[in-house]
């Protein structure tokens, strides 16, 4: 998941904003309303888990980003990420990997990195704080299907009881099996 949020003119962001790590559950839920009525637009890009053993963790978050930017009612003049690394700008050719080929983004608008973002920054925070809630209400969603994992407890993180049901049962459609995930066991 990647969250976008679009502010065309400067105002007080919602009290109590911070990094979505740093925040409850349920403040991280009380915040989405003020989110979206503090900014412009707002939008959460998805990359499934299918995508990411497809085409690596960056692609995925290059495709996720460029849906939630497509999702938008207006076009950003600039962007802001966290982190490091620009995931967002396409790579001057295609990969040799996985054959990607970026045309539809060639003319992306610029892109800063900001490390620790989601502490610096109200838009990031704002965008961490909606793809978190996103990602957690579609894990709840997909649990009971899923039962075995506690995706409703555990939010499909590694908890000792989701990497027991991955050494029991092996992985679901929805784990990303591009990364090294406990074996099953075979007895």
């Not at 497809?54 to 849906?67: H, I, K, P, S």
Request: hydrophobic residues 45%.
């Amino acid at each position: 998941m990647v969250g976008a949020v679009l502010l065309a003119s400067e105002r007080a962001h919602p009290e109590g904003l911070d990094d979505s790590k740093r925040l409850t559950a349920r403040r991280r839920e009380a915040l989405v309303p003020e989110i979206r009525s503090w900014c412009d637009a707002s939008a959460v890009g998805l990359a499934s888990a299918a995508e990411i053993d497809e085409v690596g963790l960056t692609g995925a978050l290059r495709l996720a980003g460029w849906r939630a930017l497509e999702m938008l009612d207006v076009t950003p003049t600039h962007v802001l990420l966290d982190g490091a690394h620009d995931f967002l700008t396409p790579p001057a050719a295609p990969s040799l990997l996985t054959g990607e080929a970026h045309s539809d983004h060639s003319s992306l608008v610029p892109v800063t990195t900001v490390v620790r973002g989601d502490s610096r920054s109200a838009l990031i925070a704002a965008a961490s704080v909606l793809a978190k809630v996103e990602r957690d209400a579609l894990m709840c969603a997909m649990s009971p299907r899923f039962l075995a994992y506690g995706w409703s407890r555990n939010k499909g993180y590694g908890s000792a009881s989701h990497l027991a049901a991955l050494r029991d049962l092996g992985p679901s459609s929805q784990h990303r099996t591009s990364w090294r995930l406990p074996m099953k066991n075979s007895s």
